[in-house]
């Protein structure tokens, strides 16, 4: 095969595709991309993506025939199958919810009918530490398909588990990514980017935005108040000081969850209800704060487009675009692509 000159597009493709994280990633890298399609079952997801992006395809839902038969080969695949049957915080089914816990066996079959040059398969860090035989049983597969007529791996397959506070965001967001370059355009080996240092909260809130305790607290819900409550206690009684120090609270929850100076990992249900309490602040977290902690640029941000709680679950689902273009440009030095 022909190397691809510089000049030439990458061509991107995806599925569960939300905000389409692989193309802001691109961006981000200077890689100059075609959207050839996009795949999804949310409206509200689709209606966003089609104002975001001009994708040549869209496609509404994995489990239909159109998507594995017509969806194109493409040079980079970004397949982020739903999160919530592998979750910690769900109801850990794993592939026995037949609704979404059997999405990865859709896009492990446009993996082996289209054979993308690359592809990136992501998910929670319970598809290790809960469902550690779903993780094996797609790495196996992957691992199994074979150059037609021969023998020889079709592709070179790896994973880790990533964490976004490990590339500039102040985020604990730890996810599982499977990686797969296909060995006929390797030109060297694949390694797993190097850590950066993590961010100031400031370079992503509205610091200036001090709000007023009481008045904020009355927007809030009697188990929101609670949390807060009780984190509160527990930093005091730690030595910490809510209103001094940069504490960042998940207030909707049944229990209560803090960290210092970065934010808990940013949920669907979380981001949507503006369940994220800033102590020093005295207020929730605002929606478009959510999404620059997500990586994504501010000059990007939609207004008007979906409702302000929809947005912030299609936030919650995204993958860090500073973590997924680490790793995007490793891959496409491995494949000569950059």
């Known amino acids: 095969m022909p190397k691809r000159k510089r000049s030439q597009p990458l061509t991107f493709g995806s599925a569960c595709s939300g905000l389409c994280a692989e193309l802001f990633a691109a961006e981000y890298l200077g890689v100059e991309a075609t959207a050839i399609f996009a795949c999804d079952n949310d409206k509200h997801v689709t209606t966003l993506s089609k104002q975001l992006w001009q994708h ?29 049957p592998f979750s910690l915080q769900g109801l850990g089914k794993g592939v026995n919810d037949e609704a979404q816990g059997t999405v990865v066996y859709r896009l492990l079959m446009y993996i082996a009918r289209k054979q993308p040059t690359t592809f990136l398969l992501k998910n929670v860090k319970g598809l290790l530490t809960a469902h550690p035989n779903v993780l094996l049983e797609v790495m196996t ?21 990533l964490n976004s506070r490990d590339f500039g965001l102040p985020q604990n967001r730890e996810r599982i990514c499977v990686v797969g370059l296909k060995n006929s355009r390797k ?22 935005d001090v709000g007023n305790m009481v008045s904020n607290m009355k927007k809030l819900n009697k188990t929101e108040l609670e949390n807060i409550r009780k984190s509160y206690q527990k930093i005091k009684s730690e030595g910490g000081s809510p209103a001094k120090q940069h504490y960042v609270l998940n207030v909707g929850g049944t229990s209560p969850q803090y960290n210092l100076n970065y934010s808990p990992c940013l949920t669907r249900t979380r981001c949507g209800s503006k369940g994220y309490w800033l ?29 302000e709680s929809q947005l912030g679950k299609i936030i919650g689902n995204s993958i860090p675009i500073t973590m997924l273009a680490a790793v995007m440009r490793n891959m496409f030095e491995a494949c000569q692509f950059r």
Not at 57 to 84: H, K, M, R, S
Not at 192 to 207: A, H, N, Q, T
Not at 287 to 302: D, I, N, V, Y
């Open 56 to 84: 040549k395809f869209y496609y509404n839902d994995v489990f239909e025939d159109e998507f594995v038969q017509n969806a194109p080969c493409v040079d980079f695949f970004l397949g982020g199958f739903p999160c919530g």
């Open 141 to 161: 597969f992957l691992r199994g398909l074979k150059v037609k007529g021969s023998k020889k791996p079709l592709y070179t397959v790896v994973w880790a588990c």
């Open 187 to 208: 030109i060297a080996d694949f390694s797993w980017p190097i850590s950066v240092k993590m961010r100031s909260l400031s370079c992503f809130l509205d610091m200036d």
């Open 279 to 307: 102590s020093w602040l005295n207020r929730s977290m605002k929606t478009h704060e959510m999404w620059a902690l997500q990586g994504l640029p501010k000059k990007s941000f939609p207004k008007e487009v979906v409702s």
